[in-house]
């Protein structure tokens, strides 16, 4: 089959995250045809190879779309896939995956990984252990997931950490006796209000994604929840930020009388590479052999290398072209898919 031929039916197969059995089963079915052993582990991420010998080194791709691309309105003309603007197209990533099974028909002796539930913060790559790489010599880890003309290495890539946080109040009923509560949206509205977001710096950013204290206007409201991220290419930067939020909600809690129940998760940490990098190195080699030269990009968003760098296998995220991820104008060029399959090629 061609790289289109794949895409097509790539993108007819709807694979929210969590939800990707259907092109999990399409993997298996072409990978197995092309002679590739393979095993999953406990959250469906999927491991093929060929032989156990000798160092090799590791395409990764993740299944799942965004919800907005889970049934694509596909177009296409000579030029590009596209959509009609209603929905995304979902080239991120299911071109890359097509890239990948158009050169698996060549039967190249590399390590091929497919996870799940990247788009929920690299959830899928998050869950991998060092046992499932056993007992493979991977000489190198090329994510093929980022935005951008094909020939750019991603060298920077943050961490990021989910916060939750609940502030408990009093109910009471606003019209008869407002006075005997204690309201949890009011004081949540304080430490939003007390609470970095945005920009802090150069290498760091927070936001409150989402502020919820749901309830009827004659009910003083007795718990609301603010859930933020935070993102730095320090992890030092990272758990201050942190830190400086749960401390405004702590204090607005604390000054109404109110209780603050707090979850902390930190999702992925971040990576920064420099020349010396050897899967940095064999990229830019390979860029090179298809005619580009290789252009060093730092990114504000993770990808699935930020969770495998953390197994201590040398990892690197590469951009396949598509462009607009996650929009309605999302696209993704031929040219640039024809180029994708020459570099995978070539790293292969």
Request: net charge negative.
């Given at each position: 089959m061609t790289i289109y031929e794949h895409l097509r039916s790539l993108l007819a197969i709807?694979?929210?995250?969590?939800?990707?059995?259907?092109?999990?089963?399409?993997?298996?079915?072409?990978?197995?045809?092309?002679?590739?052993?393979?095993?999953?582990?406990?959250?469906?991420?999927?491991?093929?190879?060929?032989?156990?010998?000798?160092?090799?080194?590791?395409?990764?791709?993740?299944?799942?779309?965004?919800e907005r691309a889970v049934e694509p309105h596909v177009l296409e003309d000579d030029e590009?896939?596209?959509?009609?603007?209603?929905?995304?197209?979902?080239?991120?990533?299911?071109?890359?995956?097509?890239?990948?099974?158009?050169?698996?028909?060549?039967?190249?002796?590399?390590?091929?990984?497919?996870?799940?539930?990247?788009?929920?913060?690299l959830q899928g790559s998050a869950k991998l252990k060092k046992e499932f790489f056993m007992p493979f010599d991977i000489s190198g880890a090329y994510v093929l997931d980022a935005e951008g003309d094909v020939g750019t290495c991603i060298i920077s890539a943050p961490g990021k950490s989910r916060i939750e946080l609940t502030i408990h109040g009093r109910t009471a009923h606003a019209g008869f006796s407002p006075e005997d509560g204690i309201n949890a949206a009011k004081a949540a509205?304080?430490?939003?209000?007390?609470?970095?977001?945005?920009?802090?710096?150069?290498?760091?950013?927070?936001?409150?994604?989402?502020?919820?204290?749901?309830?009827?206007?004659?009910?003083?409201?007795?718990?609301?929840?603010?859930i933020?991220?935070?993102?730095?290419?320090?992890?030092?930067?990272?758990?201050?930020?942190?830190?400086?939020?749960?401390?405004?909600?702590?204090?607005?809690?604390?000054?109404?009388?109110?209780?603050?129940?707090?979850?902390?998760?930190?999702?992925?940490?971040?990576?920064?590479?420099?020349r010396s990098d050897p899967a940095l190195g064999k990229a830019m080699e390979a860029i090179r052999g298809i005619g580009r030269e290789a252009r060093l990009k730092a990114t504000a968003g993770g990808s699935d290398a930020n969770c495998i760098r953390r197994l201590g296998i040398d990892a690197i995220t590469l951009s396949i072209g598509y462009e607009n991820a996650h929009s309605v104008s999302e696209r993704i060029a031929k040219e640039s898919m024809e180029e994708l399959l020459r570099l995978i090629r070539k790293l292969v």
């Open positions: 709807p694979s929210p995250s969590w939800r990707e059995d259907g092109v999990s089963a399409y993997i298996i079915d072409r990978m197995t045809e092309c002679g590739y052993a393979f095993r999953d582990d406990e959250c469906g991420n999927l491991l093929f190879w060929r032989s156990m010998d000798g160092p090799k080194p590791m395409l990764c791709c993740h299944m799942d779309t965004v590009a896939f596209f959509t009609d603007g209603l929905t995304a197209l979902g080239a991120d990533d299911k071109a890359a995956i097509a890239a990948v099974l158009a050169a698996a028909e060549e039967r190249p002796d590399a390590l091929f990984l497919f996870t799940r539930a990247e788009e929920l913060g509205a304080v430490a939003v209000a007390a609470a970095p977001t945005g920009r802090i710096d150069d290498e760091t950013t927070c936001n409150i994604g989402s502020l919820m204290a749901p309830g009827s206007t004659n009910i003083v409201p007795d718990a609301a929840t603010a933020y991220e935070v993102r730095s290419l320090s992890d030092e930067k990272r758990r201050k930020v942190s830190d400086e939020i749960v401390g405004c909600f702590r204090k607005a809690a604390e000054a109404c009388g109110a209780t603050l129940e707090e979850h902390l998760t930190e999702l992925y940490s971040p990576y920064s590479l420099d």
